[in-house]
């Protein structure tokens, strides 16, 4: 699961993401508070950012985690013409 957001559309995105309350889910049953163990994508284009956040159960995969975006980035970029990158 990959979720992408664009403060450049909703600048309160950013603030939300440091703080650490994107992903963060509740139990429907008993409402603990929870984080999703899912990827997101951060795209500022106002600043010519894109940066591939992992959940911290991932630390031990950083490297891994790292090549992949590096592919999947790459890949991205083969896809848009010139103009729109």
Known sequence: ML?????????????????????LVSCPKCGEMFYAECFILYHDSRNELIAFVYPLSFQNQGAQCKMKMRKEFELALETLKKNKR
């Open 3 to 23: 979720s992408a957001l664009s403060v450049s559309d909703n600048p309160e995105l950013k603030e939300a993401l440091i703080a650490g309350e994107i992903n």
